[in-house]
Nanobody, 120 residues
Framework: QVLLVESGGGVVQPGGSLRLSCAAS????????AGWFRQAPGKERGFVAS???????YYADSVKGRFTISRDNAKNLVYLQMNSLKPEDTAIYYC??????????????WGQGTQVTVSS
């Protein structure tokens, strides 16, 4: 079992930045791929970014060049640095681990989510 807790969400103006953090506890987190998904009202949970246990990263086209995923295995942390934020980035952001790819149904462990609102 892996417990995930997100933090760092909030309200930011368009063009601003936020850094989300995800703290993991439980089984050896460093052995797992990790990722971020997001869900806006009325929409399905969608892939944002992922990072393998060895550090290879993947991004949705909509965030490529603006978001950066990283991890610190010594501290059991995963980060999502979000720059040049747009109103369409508004969503609940979920941390996940124990899966791969862009389909949320194949990821095993989830945090409770953190709200990100981009608005002027």
């Amino acid at each position: 079992q892996v417990l995930l807790v997100e933090s760092g969400g909030g309200v930011v103006q368009p063009g601003g930045s936020l850094r989300l953090s995800c703290a993991a506890s439980g089984r050896t987190f460093s052995n797992y791929n990790a990722g971020w998904f997001r869900q806006a009202p009325g929409k399905e949970r969608g892939f944002v970014a992922s990072i393998t246990w060895s550090g290879t990263t993947y991004y949705a086209d909509s965030v490529k060049g603006r978001f950066t995923i990283s991890r610190d295995n010594a501290k059991n942390l995963v980060y999502l640095q979000m720059n040049s934020l747009k109103p369409e980035d508004t969503a609940i952001y979920y941390c996940t681990c124990g899966g791969r790819g862009t389909e949320f149904s194949v990821w095993n462990y989830w945090g409770q989510g953190t709200q990100v609102t981009v608005s002027s």
